[in-house]
Protein backbone atom coordinates (compact mmCIF):
# COMPACT_ATOMS: atom_id res chain seq x y z
CA UNK A 1 0.00 0.00 0.00
CA UNK A 2 1.40 3.40 -1.02
CA UNK A 3 1.64 5.47 2.23
CA UNK A 4 2.39 9.48 3.27
CA UNK A 5 5.79 8.82 3.69
CA UNK A 6 6.64 7.46 0.56
CA UNK A 7 4.57 9.76 -1.50
CA UNK A 8 6.27 12.82 0.22
CA UNK A 9 9.52 10.75 -0.80
CA UNK A 10 8.27 10.98 -4.23
CA UNK A 11 7.65 14.37 -4.19
CA UNK A 12 10.72 15.37 -2.83
CA UNK A 13 12.63 13.14 -5.50
CA UNK A 14 10.62 14.84 -8.07
CA UNK A 15 11.84 18.27 -6.91
CA UNK A 16 15.22 17.55 -6.50
CA UNK A 17 15.82 15.61 -9.77
CA UNK A 18 13.04 18.20 -11.34
CA UNK A 19 10.85 15.70 -13.32
CA UNK A 20 7.73 16.49 -14.77
CA UNK A 21 5.62 13.39 -13.93
CA UNK A 22 5.64 10.05 -12.10
CA UNK A 23 3.14 7.45 -12.32
CA UNK A 24 3.12 4.66 -9.67
CA UNK A 25 0.64 1.71 -9.09
CA UNK A 26 0.56 -0.39 -6.29
CA UNK A 27 -2.04 -3.47 -6.83
CA UNK A 28 -5.39 -0.96 -6.83
CA UNK A 29 -3.16 1.84 -5.58
CA UNK A 30 -2.76 4.16 -8.17
CA UNK A 31 -1.13 7.49 -7.95
CA UNK A 32 -0.08 9.94 -10.23
CA UNK A 33 1.80 13.07 -9.45
CA UNK A 34 2.33 16.05 -12.23
CA UNK A 35 4.39 19.20 -11.92
CA UNK A 36 2.80 21.47 -14.42
CA UNK A 37 5.38 24.74 -13.63
CA UNK A 38 8.21 22.68 -13.59
CA UNK A 39 11.41 24.35 -15.02
CA UNK A 40 12.51 21.68 -17.57
CA UNK A 41 16.05 20.63 -17.29
CA UNK A 42 17.47 22.34 -20.03
CA UNK A 43 16.78 25.68 -19.10
CA UNK A 44 19.66 28.26 -18.60
CA UNK A 45 20.91 28.01 -15.22
CA UNK A 46 19.67 31.51 -13.86
CA UNK A 47 16.02 30.70 -14.60
CA UNK A 48 13.52 31.31 -12.36
CA UNK A 49 12.84 28.19 -9.68
CA UNK A 50 9.87 26.36 -10.48
CA UNK A 51 6.70 27.32 -9.37
CA UNK A 52 4.84 25.33 -6.93
CA UNK A 53 2.84 22.60 -7.40
CA UNK A 54 -0.61 22.47 -7.69
CA UNK A 55 -3.06 20.69 -5.70
CA UNK A 56 -5.59 18.35 -7.07
CA UNK A 57 -8.24 15.88 -4.68
CA UNK A 58 -6.73 12.33 -4.28
CA UNK A 59 -8.53 9.72 -6.88
CA UNK A 60 -11.45 8.43 -5.69
CA UNK A 61 -11.43 4.86 -3.93
CA UNK A 62 -8.01 5.52 -2.42
CA UNK A 63 -6.80 5.49 1.70
CA UNK A 64 -4.56 7.87 0.68
CA UNK A 65 -5.43 11.57 2.81
CA UNK A 66 -5.67 14.49 0.49
CA UNK A 67 -1.82 15.79 0.12
CA UNK A 68 -1.02 19.85 0.11
CA UNK A 69 1.13 20.49 -2.94
CA UNK A 70 0.58 17.10 -5.45
CA UNK A 71 -1.23 17.01 -8.46
CA UNK A 72 -3.21 14.30 -10.18
CA UNK A 73 -3.32 13.49 -13.89
CA UNK A 74 -4.82 11.66 -15.77
CA UNK A 75 -1.72 11.41 -18.25
CA UNK A 76 1.19 8.61 -17.44
CA UNK A 77 4.11 10.43 -17.38
CA UNK A 78 7.85 9.32 -17.33
CA UNK A 79 11.17 11.52 -17.52
CA UNK A 80 11.80 12.54 -21.20
CA UNK A 81 15.42 12.32 -22.78
CA UNK A 82 17.50 14.87 -24.69
CA UNK A 83 18.96 14.61 -27.75
CA UNK A 84 22.14 16.93 -27.30
CA UNK A 85 24.32 18.01 -29.98
CA UNK A 86 27.46 15.84 -30.75
CA UNK A 87 29.10 18.92 -32.73
CA UNK A 88 29.56 22.31 -33.23
CA UNK A 89 27.71 24.24 -36.63
CA UNK A 90 24.32 25.42 -37.93
CA UNK A 91 21.42 23.05 -37.19
CA UNK A 92 19.07 22.11 -40.03
CA UNK A 93 15.49 20.55 -39.49
CA UNK A 94 15.55 19.49 -43.24
CA UNK A 95 17.64 17.52 -45.48
CA UNK A 96 17.30 20.63 -48.01
CA UNK A 97 15.36 23.74 -48.01
CA UNK A 98 12.96 22.15 -50.11
CA UNK A 99 12.13 18.95 -48.31
CA UNK A 100 9.80 18.79 -45.14
CA UNK A 101 11.84 18.34 -42.31
CA UNK A 102 12.80 15.43 -40.98
CA UNK A 103 11.06 14.88 -37.62
CA UNK A 104 7.61 16.66 -36.32
CA UNK A 105 6.10 16.46 -32.63
CA UNK A 106 4.75 13.33 -31.79
CA UNK A 107 6.43 11.51 -34.61
CA UNK A 108 8.02 8.13 -33.49
CA UNK A 109 11.97 7.58 -33.67
CA UNK A 110 13.71 4.57 -33.64
CA UNK A 111 17.45 4.27 -32.92
CA UNK A 112 19.40 5.09 -35.72
CA UNK A 113 17.23 7.38 -37.41
CA UNK A 114 17.90 11.09 -38.98
CA UNK A 115 16.83 13.60 -36.84
CA UNK A 116 18.25 16.71 -38.43
CA UNK A 117 21.31 17.85 -39.78
CA UNK A 118 24.38 19.86 -38.22
CA UNK A 119 26.31 21.69 -40.56
CA UNK A 120 30.23 22.97 -40.41
CA UNK A 121 32.05 24.02 -42.69
CA UNK A 122 30.09 23.25 -45.59
CA UNK A 123 30.04 19.74 -44.81
CA UNK A 124 26.30 18.38 -43.78
CA UNK A 125 26.59 16.11 -41.10
CA UNK A 126 23.27 13.77 -40.54
CA UNK A 127 22.80 13.75 -37.18
CA UNK A 128 21.40 10.02 -35.85
CA UNK A 129 18.85 9.02 -32.67
CA UNK A 130 20.74 6.84 -30.00
CA UNK A 131 17.07 6.64 -28.27
CA UNK A 132 13.73 5.46 -29.17
CA UNK A 133 10.72 7.05 -28.38
CA UNK A 134 8.31 9.41 -29.50
CA UNK A 135 9.36 13.19 -30.31
CA UNK A 136 7.82 15.67 -27.39
CA UNK A 137 9.64 18.69 -28.59
CA UNK A 138 12.26 20.86 -30.61
CA UNK A 139 13.77 22.76 -28.76
CA UNK A 140 15.98 24.82 -31.52
CA UNK A 141 15.06 26.28 -34.95
CA UNK A 142 15.63 26.15 -38.42
CA UNK A 143 18.83 27.08 -39.03
CA UNK A 144 19.95 28.17 -35.58
CA UNK A 145 23.84 28.17 -34.37
CA UNK A 146 24.25 25.11 -32.02
CA UNK A 147 27.20 24.26 -29.60
CA UNK A 148 28.64 21.16 -28.69
CA UNK A 149 26.07 19.32 -25.83
CA UNK A 150 23.48 21.77 -26.75
CA UNK A 151 19.87 19.80 -26.27
CA UNK A 152 18.02 19.55 -29.49
CA UNK A 153 15.45 17.48 -28.61
CA UNK A 154 13.38 15.95 -25.86
CA UNK A 155 12.24 12.38 -26.70
CA UNK A 156 9.84 10.31 -24.21
CA UNK A 157 11.13 6.98 -24.18
CA UNK B 1 41.24 45.03 -39.60
CA UNK B 2 38.80 41.93 -38.25
CA UNK B 3 35.94 42.16 -37.16
CA UNK B 4 35.51 39.10 -34.88
CA UNK B 5 38.26 37.03 -33.31
CA UNK B 6 37.77 33.85 -32.57
CA UNK B 7 40.21 32.47 -29.12
CA UNK B 8 41.19 28.81 -29.60
CA UNK B 9 42.70 28.80 -26.04
CA UNK B 10 41.95 29.46 -22.70
CA UNK B 11 42.83 30.71 -18.97
CA UNK B 12 44.59 33.46 -18.49
CA UNK B 13 45.80 33.93 -22.32
CA UNK B 14 42.47 33.50 -23.32
CA UNK B 15 41.77 36.57 -21.01
CA UNK B 16 44.75 38.23 -22.45
CA UNK B 17 43.17 38.09 -26.09
CA UNK B 18 39.78 38.92 -25.55
CA UNK B 19 41.18 42.38 -23.60
CA UNK B 20 43.51 43.06 -26.93
CA UNK B 21 40.70 42.49 -28.75
CA UNK B 22 38.45 44.79 -27.15
CA UNK B 23 41.06 47.47 -27.43
CA UNK B 24 40.83 47.20 -30.93
CA UNK B 25 37.44 47.24 -31.31
CA UNK B 26 36.97 43.59 -32.14
CA UNK B 27 34.86 41.36 -30.70
CA UNK B 28 35.78 38.35 -28.68
CA UNK B 29 34.67 35.16 -29.02
CA UNK B 30 35.69 32.11 -26.59
CA UNK B 31 35.27 28.56 -27.40
CA UNK B 32 35.22 26.46 -23.65
CA UNK B 33 35.17 23.09 -22.42
CA UNK B 34 32.36 21.74 -20.29
CA UNK B 35 35.00 22.10 -17.56
CA UNK B 36 35.88 25.77 -18.32
CA UNK B 37 31.69 26.01 -18.23
CA UNK B 38 31.02 29.04 -15.75
CA UNK B 39 34.36 30.05 -15.13
CA UNK B 40 34.50 34.27 -15.29
CA UNK B 41 36.42 35.49 -18.07
CA UNK B 42 34.29 33.88 -20.62
CA UNK B 43 31.71 36.66 -19.26
CA UNK B 44 33.83 39.33 -20.86
CA UNK B 45 34.11 37.60 -24.13
CA UNK B 46 31.38 38.69 -27.23
CA UNK B 47 29.91 35.03 -27.15
CA UNK B 48 31.30 32.15 -25.81
CA UNK B 49 30.91 28.60 -27.51
CA UNK B 50 31.19 25.27 -26.15
CA UNK B 51 33.41 22.80 -27.89
CA UNK B 52 32.95 19.31 -26.10
CA UNK B 53 34.45 17.61 -22.96
CA UNK B 54 36.81 18.77 -20.66
CA UNK B 55 39.79 16.58 -21.90
CA UNK B 56 41.59 18.55 -24.20
CA UNK B 57 41.80 16.10 -27.12
CA UNK B 58 37.57 16.43 -26.50
CA UNK B 59 37.87 20.37 -26.85
CA UNK B 60 40.43 22.63 -27.37
CA UNK B 61 42.27 19.85 -29.62
CA UNK B 62 39.51 19.88 -31.76
CA UNK B 63 40.33 21.78 -34.53
CA UNK B 64 36.92 21.10 -37.00
CA UNK B 65 35.00 21.99 -33.53
CA UNK B 66 37.13 25.36 -33.46
CA UNK B 67 36.78 25.96 -36.93
CA UNK B 68 33.29 25.49 -37.10
CA UNK B 69 32.49 27.38 -33.68
CA UNK B 70 34.63 30.14 -35.83
CA UNK B 71 32.00 29.83 -38.78
CA UNK B 72 28.56 30.00 -36.73
CA UNK B 73 30.27 32.74 -35.00
CA UNK B 74 31.08 34.70 -38.37
CA UNK B 75 34.87 35.05 -36.79
CA UNK B 76 37.39 36.39 -39.62
CA UNK B 77 40.49 34.87 -37.61
CA UNK B 78 41.72 32.74 -34.85
CA UNK B 79 44.04 33.36 -32.31
CA UNK B 80 45.39 30.09 -30.90
CA UNK B 81 47.22 31.53 -27.74
CA UNK B 82 50.14 29.19 -26.98
CA UNK B 83 50.16 25.41 -26.12
CA UNK B 84 46.54 23.12 -27.72
CA UNK B 85 47.08 24.35 -31.62
CA UNK B 86 49.34 27.23 -31.60
CA UNK B 87 52.03 24.97 -33.17
CA UNK B 88 49.92 22.70 -35.29
CA UNK B 89 50.86 24.07 -39.13
CA UNK B 90 47.80 21.39 -40.08
CA UNK B 91 45.68 24.09 -38.18
CA UNK B 92 47.10 26.98 -39.43
CA UNK B 93 46.16 25.95 -42.88
CA UNK B 94 43.07 24.78 -42.39
CA UNK B 95 42.20 28.10 -40.74
CA UNK B 96 43.40 29.68 -43.53
CA UNK B 97 41.59 27.27 -46.23
CA UNK B 98 38.49 28.22 -44.64
CA UNK B 99 38.95 31.88 -45.24
CA UNK B 100 39.68 32.13 -41.28
CA UNK B 101 43.65 34.24 -41.03
CA UNK B 102 45.42 32.41 -37.88
CA UNK B 103 47.10 34.82 -35.86
CA UNK B 104 50.24 33.25 -36.17
CA UNK B 105 53.23 32.36 -38.85
CA UNK B 106 52.86 30.74 -42.26
CA UNK B 107 52.39 26.59 -41.75
CA UNK B 108 55.97 26.38 -43.94
CA UNK B 109 57.69 28.50 -41.55
CA UNK B 110 55.59 26.41 -38.62
CA UNK B 111 56.95 23.07 -40.09
CA UNK B 112 60.38 24.48 -40.97
CA UNK B 113 60.91 25.78 -37.48
CA UNK B 114 59.04 23.71 -35.23
CA UNK B 115 61.20 20.77 -36.04
CA UNK B 116 64.14 21.28 -34.07
CA UNK B 117 66.44 19.64 -36.29
CA UNK B 118 65.43 21.03 -39.66
CA UNK B 119 65.71 24.13 -37.37
CA UNK B 120 69.38 23.71 -36.25
CA UNK B 121 69.78 22.52 -40.24
CA UNK B 122 68.95 26.07 -41.27
CA UNK B 123 71.05 28.24 -38.35
CA UNK B 124 73.68 26.61 -39.72
CA UNK B 125 73.32 27.85 -42.78
CA UNK B 126 72.85 31.11 -41.14
CA UNK B 127 75.77 31.64 -40.06
CA UNK B 128 73.96 31.34 -36.26
CA UNK B 129 76.01 29.66 -33.56
CA UNK B 130 74.62 26.21 -32.36
CA UNK B 131 75.11 23.79 -30.08
CA UNK B 132 77.95 20.74 -31.59
CA UNK B 133 75.78 17.96 -32.05
CA UNK B 134 74.40 15.72 -35.08
CA UNK B 135 74.05 17.13 -38.63
CA UNK B 136 69.74 16.54 -38.42
CA UNK B 137 68.58 13.53 -37.02
CA UNK B 138 70.22 10.27 -35.60
CA UNK B 139 69.98 7.56 -38.79
CA UNK B 140 71.29 4.53 -37.89
CA UNK B 141 74.22 2.52 -34.98
CA UNK B 142 77.23 3.70 -36.66
CA UNK B 143 76.71 6.89 -37.54
CA UNK B 144 75.86 7.66 -33.88
CA UNK B 145 78.60 6.14 -32.67
CA UNK B 146 80.65 8.48 -34.92
CA UNK B 147 79.06 11.21 -33.68
CA UNK B 148 79.15 10.50 -30.21
CA UNK B 149 82.72 9.99 -30.70
CA UNK B 150 83.46 13.81 -31.81
CA UNK B 151 81.42 15.17 -29.49
CA UNK B 152 82.03 13.81 -26.87
CA UNK B 153 80.08 13.49 -22.76
CA UNK B 154 78.10 14.67 -21.43
CA UNK B 155 75.33 15.10 -24.32
CA UNK B 156 71.47 15.53 -24.67
CA UNK B 157 69.16 13.49 -26.02
CA UNK B 158 66.29 15.67 -27.73
CA UNK B 159 63.20 14.67 -30.06
CA UNK B 160 62.91 16.39 -32.81
CA UNK B 161 59.44 16.76 -32.68
CA UNK B 162 59.48 17.71 -29.05
CA UNK B 163 58.95 20.76 -27.12
CA UNK B 164 57.91 22.53 -23.97
CA UNK B 165 60.54 20.95 -22.48
CA UNK B 166 59.49 17.14 -23.28
CA UNK B 167 61.30 14.56 -24.92
CA UNK B 168 65.25 14.83 -23.83
CA UNK B 169 67.45 12.54 -21.96
CA UNK B 170 70.76 13.26 -20.72
CA UNK B 171 73.62 10.57 -21.57
CA UNK B 172 76.78 10.83 -19.55
CA UNK B 173 79.00 7.63 -21.19
CA UNK B 174 79.32 5.68 -23.75
CA UNK B 175 77.91 2.44 -22.41
CA UNK B 176 74.52 4.14 -21.73
CA UNK B 177 74.47 5.69 -24.88
CA UNK B 178 72.56 2.70 -27.82
CA UNK B 179 69.83 2.18 -24.75
CA UNK B 180 69.04 5.59 -23.92
CA UNK B 181 69.01 6.60 -27.81
CA UNK B 182 66.69 3.53 -28.07
CA UNK B 183 63.94 4.60 -24.96
CA UNK B 184 64.03 8.32 -26.29
CA UNK B 185 62.76 7.47 -29.58
CA UNK B 186 60.01 4.90 -27.53
CA UNK B 187 59.45 8.10 -25.92
CA UNK B 188 58.98 10.52 -28.82
CA UNK B 189 57.03 8.05 -30.72
CA UNK B 190 54.51 8.36 -28.00
CA UNK B 191 54.61 11.73 -26.93
CA UNK B 192 55.09 13.66 -30.25
CA UNK B 193 53.99 10.50 -32.88
CA UNK B 194 57.67 10.58 -34.17
CA UNK B 195 60.54 8.91 -33.06
CA UNK B 196 63.31 11.06 -34.61
CA UNK B 197 66.04 12.20 -32.32
CA UNK B 198 68.87 13.68 -32.68
CA UNK B 199 72.14 14.65 -30.08
CA UNK B 200 73.99 17.84 -28.99
CA UNK B 201 76.75 18.48 -26.68
CA UNK B 202 75.01 19.25 -22.91
CA UNK B 203 76.62 22.27 -22.12
CA UNK B 204 78.29 23.34 -18.15
CA UNK B 205 76.01 25.16 -16.72
CA UNK B 206 74.42 27.22 -19.41
CA UNK B 207 71.96 30.15 -18.96
CA UNK B 208 69.15 30.21 -21.15
CA UNK B 209 67.98 33.49 -22.68
CA UNK B 210 65.71 33.80 -25.49
CA UNK B 211 65.18 36.51 -28.09
CA UNK B 212 61.66 38.00 -28.83
CA UNK B 213 61.24 38.35 -32.63
CA UNK B 214 58.39 39.77 -34.27
CA UNK B 215 57.66 40.22 -38.22
CA UNK B 216 55.24 41.72 -40.64
CA UNK B 217 53.40 40.42 -43.84
CA UNK B 218 55.70 42.73 -45.70
CA UNK B 219 59.03 40.81 -44.94
CA UNK B 220 59.81 43.27 -42.07
CA UNK B 221 61.52 41.13 -39.07
CA UNK B 222 62.26 42.73 -35.86
CA UNK B 223 63.82 42.02 -32.03
CA UNK B 224 62.49 43.47 -28.91
CA UNK B 225 65.43 42.01 -26.82
CA UNK B 226 65.95 39.04 -24.63
CA UNK B 227 64.70 37.47 -21.59
CA UNK B 228 66.28 35.39 -18.96
CA UNK B 229 64.74 32.05 -18.45
CA UNK B 230 67.41 30.28 -16.60
CA UNK B 231 65.27 29.44 -13.44
CA UNK B 232 63.96 26.44 -14.80
CA UNK B 233 62.68 23.14 -12.94
CA UNK B 234 62.72 20.26 -15.14
CA UNK B 235 63.26 22.46 -18.47
CA UNK B 236 59.69 24.46 -17.04
CA UNK B 237 60.40 27.67 -16.87
CA UNK B 238 59.58 29.75 -12.98
CA UNK B 239 61.06 32.61 -13.13
CA UNK B 240 61.84 34.98 -16.82
CA UNK B 241 63.45 38.32 -16.40
CA UNK B 242 64.69 41.31 -18.56
CA UNK B 243 67.59 42.13 -19.46
CA UNK B 244 69.55 39.31 -18.94
CA UNK B 245 71.66 40.14 -16.10
CA UNK B 246 74.78 37.51 -17.27
CA UNK B 247 75.48 38.76 -20.89
CA UNK B 248 77.78 41.53 -22.14
CA UNK B 249 75.90 44.42 -24.68
CA UNK B 250 78.12 42.64 -27.15
CA UNK B 251 76.57 38.86 -26.50
CA UNK B 252 73.14 40.98 -26.92
CA UNK B 253 73.54 42.65 -30.24
CA UNK B 254 74.83 39.13 -31.55
CA UNK B 255 72.03 37.47 -30.35
CA UNK B 256 69.22 39.62 -31.36
CA UNK B 257 70.82 39.89 -35.17
CA UNK B 258 70.99 36.48 -35.24
CA UNK B 259 67.24 35.79 -34.22
CA UNK B 260 66.13 38.11 -37.05
CA UNK B 261 68.56 36.37 -39.83
CA UNK B 262 67.22 33.05 -38.73
CA UNK B 263 63.48 34.34 -38.80
CA UNK B 264 64.03 35.64 -41.79
CA UNK B 265 65.58 33.03 -43.43
CA UNK B 266 62.76 31.06 -42.58
CA UNK B 267 60.07 33.83 -44.10
CA UNK B 268 58.90 34.36 -40.37
CA UNK B 269 56.10 36.51 -39.90
CA UNK B 270 54.52 37.65 -36.45
CA UNK B 271 54.94 36.58 -33.24
CA UNK B 272 57.81 33.79 -32.19
CA UNK B 273 60.93 33.44 -29.63
CA UNK B 274 64.23 32.04 -30.56
CA UNK B 275 65.80 30.26 -27.76
CA UNK B 276 69.45 30.02 -26.61
CA UNK B 277 71.83 28.69 -24.57
CA UNK B 278 74.55 31.04 -23.46
CA UNK B 279 77.43 29.21 -21.15
CA UNK B 280 79.86 30.57 -18.84
CA UNK B 281 82.55 32.22 -21.25
CA UNK B 282 79.31 34.05 -22.92
CA UNK B 283 79.59 31.90 -26.15
CA UNK B 284 75.81 31.32 -27.29
CA UNK B 285 73.96 28.39 -28.97
CA UNK B 286 70.57 28.39 -30.63
CA UNK B 287 68.38 25.48 -29.58
CA UNK B 288 65.16 26.37 -31.10
CA UNK B 289 62.54 28.71 -31.78
CA UNK B 290 58.99 28.89 -30.60
CA UNK B 291 56.45 29.88 -33.54
CA UNK B 292 53.80 31.78 -31.03
CA UNK B 293 53.12 33.44 -28.79
CA UNK B 294 54.73 32.61 -24.96
CA UNK B 295 53.75 32.73 -21.49
CA UNK B 296 56.65 35.30 -20.59
CA UNK B 297 55.53 37.74 -23.14
CA UNK B 298 54.97 40.09 -20.93
CA UNK B 299 58.39 40.76 -19.37
CA UNK B 300 58.67 41.77 -22.57
CA UNK B 301 55.82 44.32 -22.84
CA UNK B 302 56.56 45.58 -19.89
CA UNK B 303 60.47 46.57 -20.74
CA UNK B 304 59.34 47.90 -24.28
CA UNK B 305 56.06 49.08 -23.83
CA UNK B 306 54.81 47.72 -27.09
CA UNK B 307 51.44 45.22 -26.83
CA UNK B 308 52.63 42.42 -28.09
CA UNK B 309 49.23 40.49 -28.65
CA UNK B 310 47.90 43.81 -30.34
CA UNK B 311 50.65 43.50 -32.60
CA UNK B 312 49.89 40.10 -33.46
CA UNK B 313 46.70 41.19 -34.32
CA UNK B 314 47.44 44.24 -36.02
CA UNK B 315 50.39 42.41 -38.68
CA UNK B 316 47.44 39.37 -39.06
CA UNK B 317 45.43 41.71 -40.19
CA UNK B 318 48.45 43.11 -43.01
CA UNK B 319 49.31 46.33 -41.57
CA UNK B 320 53.24 46.96 -41.47
CA UNK B 321 54.81 46.59 -37.59
CA UNK B 322 54.14 49.97 -36.56
CA UNK B 323 57.56 50.64 -35.43
CA UNK B 324 61.18 50.55 -36.62
CA UNK B 325 63.76 48.84 -34.68
CA UNK B 326 65.57 52.15 -33.87
CA UNK B 327 62.26 53.52 -32.51
CA UNK B 328 62.02 50.18 -29.80
CA UNK B 329 62.94 51.48 -26.87
CA UNK B 330 64.22 49.42 -23.59
CA UNK B 331 63.33 50.49 -20.19
CA UNK B 332 63.78 49.46 -16.72
CA UNK B 333 63.69 45.92 -15.56
CA UNK B 334 60.69 43.51 -15.33
CA UNK B 335 60.83 39.81 -14.06
CA UNK B 336 57.71 37.62 -13.65
CA UNK B 337 56.97 34.53 -11.37
CA UNK B 338 54.31 31.97 -13.10
CA UNK B 339 52.72 31.07 -9.93
CA UNK B 340 51.46 27.13 -10.45
CA UNK B 341 48.74 25.18 -8.36
CA UNK B 342 51.67 22.87 -7.51
CA UNK B 343 53.09 22.12 -4.30
CA UNK B 344 56.87 22.56 -3.72
CA UNK B 345 57.15 20.40 -0.64
CA UNK B 346 55.71 17.37 -2.76
CA UNK B 347 58.35 17.14 -5.91
CA UNK B 348 55.76 20.48 -7.26
CA UNK B 349 52.72 17.79 -7.53
CA UNK B 350 50.10 19.56 -9.54
CA UNK B 351 46.81 20.47 -7.17
CA UNK B 352 43.24 20.78 -8.35
CA UNK B 353 40.17 21.78 -6.87
CA UNK B 354 38.61 25.39 -6.24
CA UNK B 355 40.32 28.71 -4.85
CA UNK B 356 38.40 29.92 -2.00
CA UNK B 357 40.69 33.12 -1.62
CA UNK B 358 41.99 34.64 -4.35
CA UNK B 359 44.25 37.91 -3.25
CA UNK B 360 46.68 39.67 -6.12
CA UNK B 361 49.25 41.63 -5.09
CA UNK B 362 49.10 45.30 -6.37
CA UNK B 363 50.84 48.77 -6.55
CA UNK B 364 53.27 50.90 -9.19
CA UNK B 365 54.88 48.59 -11.67
CA UNK B 366 52.86 45.42 -10.83
CA UNK B 367 51.33 43.42 -13.46
CA UNK B 368 48.70 40.20 -12.62
CA UNK B 369 47.77 38.22 -15.83
CA UNK B 370 45.58 35.50 -14.41
CA UNK B 371 41.92 34.27 -14.63
CA UNK B 372 41.25 33.04 -11.69
CA UNK B 373 39.00 35.11 -8.98
CA UNK B 374 36.99 33.88 -5.73
CA UNK B 375 35.59 30.22 -6.12
CA UNK B 376 36.91 29.70 -9.41
CA UNK B 377 37.64 25.87 -10.07
CA UNK B 378 41.10 24.81 -11.05
CA UNK B 379 40.77 22.02 -13.32
CA UNK B 380 43.17 18.77 -13.39
CA UNK B 381 42.97 19.01 -17.01
CA UNK B 382 44.97 21.39 -17.99
CA UNK B 383 48.40 23.25 -16.74
CA UNK B 384 48.85 24.12 -13.61
CA UNK B 385 49.25 28.30 -14.10
CA UNK B 386 47.20 30.06 -12.16
CA UNK B 387 48.56 33.26 -12.16
CA UNK B 388 51.61 35.64 -13.42
CA UNK B 389 53.07 38.11 -12.06
CA UNK B 390 55.37 40.30 -13.40
CA UNK B 391 57.40 43.32 -12.05
CA UNK B 392 58.47 46.82 -13.82
CA UNK B 393 61.02 48.73 -12.01
CA UNK B 394 64.23 50.92 -12.98
CA UNK B 395 67.06 48.60 -11.40
CA UNK B 396 67.15 45.00 -10.91
CA UNK B 397 67.90 45.57 -7.39
CA UNK B 398 64.21 47.11 -7.17
CA UNK B 399 62.23 44.87 -9.57
CA UNK B 400 63.66 41.69 -7.09
CA UNK B 401 62.33 43.93 -4.17
CA UNK B 402 59.18 44.64 -5.62
CA UNK B 403 58.40 40.99 -6.94
CA UNK B 404 59.35 39.62 -2.88
CA UNK B 405 57.11 42.50 -2.16
CA UNK B 406 54.26 41.36 -4.02
CA UNK B 407 54.78 37.58 -3.85
CA UNK B 408 54.69 37.49 0.15
CA UNK B 409 50.97 39.95 -0.54
CA UNK B 410 49.81 36.98 -3.44
CA UNK B 411 46.93 34.97 -1.21
CA UNK B 412 45.74 31.74 -2.95
CA UNK B 413 43.77 29.80 -0.67
CA UNK B 414 43.29 27.02 -0.38
CA UNK B 415 45.19 24.91 -2.87
CA UNK B 416 49.94 25.02 -3.18
CA UNK B 417 51.74 27.01 -4.93
CA UNK B 418 54.81 27.36 -6.17
CA UNK B 419 54.65 30.90 -4.31
CA UNK B 420 56.97 29.75 -0.79
CA UNK B 421 59.44 28.20 -3.43
CA UNK B 422 59.82 31.47 -5.55
CA UNK B 423 60.36 33.32 -2.67
CA UNK B 424 63.43 31.58 -1.60
CA UNK B 425 64.78 31.36 -5.21
CA UNK B 426 64.76 35.63 -5.12
CA UNK B 427 66.33 35.81 -2.02
CA UNK B 428 69.25 32.97 -3.09
CA UNK B 429 72.47 35.23 -3.01
CA UNK B 430 73.01 33.38 -6.55
CA UNK B 431 69.59 34.67 -8.02
CA UNK B 432 70.54 38.20 -6.48
CA UNK B 433 74.02 38.09 -8.01
CA UNK B 434 72.60 37.06 -11.67
CA UNK B 435 74.89 33.91 -11.71
CA UNK B 436 72.90 30.97 -11.66
CA UNK B 437 72.62 28.30 -14.67
CA UNK B 438 69.66 25.90 -15.48
CA UNK B 439 70.82 23.30 -13.05
CA UNK B 440 70.09 25.60 -10.01
CA UNK B 441 67.11 24.08 -8.96
CA UNK B 442 67.72 20.74 -9.11
CA UNK B 443 71.07 21.59 -7.08
CA UNK B 444 69.84 23.40 -4.60
CA UNK B 445 66.02 23.08 -3.89
CA UNK B 446 65.45 19.11 -4.69
CA UNK B 447 67.79 17.84 -2.50
CA UNK B 448 66.50 19.94 1.04
CA UNK B 449 63.11 17.56 1.66
Redesign the interface.
Known amino acids: MLDIEKIRDLVEMMVKNDLVEISLRDGEEEVNLRRPNAASAFSTPDAAPPAGLTTLPPPAGSRLAPLPNVAASNSPAVELIEIKSPMVGTFYSAPDPESPPYLRVGQALHVGMVVCIVEAMKVFNEIKSEVAGTLERILVSNAQAVEFGQPLFQVRP | MFRRILIANRGEIALRIIRACHELNIEAICVFS?ADR?VAYLELADRA????GPAPKD?YLKS??I???A???GADAIHPGYGFLAENATFAEKCRA?NLEFIGPSAEAMRLLGDKSTARELAQKCRVPTVPGSDGILEDEQQTLQVAEKLGFPMIIKASAGGGGRGMRIVHGKPELLNAIKQARQEAQGAFSNGDVYIEKFLDRPRHVEVQIIGDHHGTILHLGERDCTLQRRYQKLVEESPSPAIEPRTRKDLCLSAIRLAKAAGYFSAGTVEFLVDARGKFYFIEVNTRIQVEHPVTELITGIDLIKTQIRVAAGEPLPFYQKGVRFSGHAIECRINAEDPDENFRPCAGTITRFRPPGGLGVRVDSYAHDGCRVSPHYDSLIAKVIVHQPTREEAIRCMQRCLAEFIIEPLKTTIPFQRQVLSHPDFERGSIDTGFVERVFTPSR
Open positions: EGICIGSDRIAAEIAC
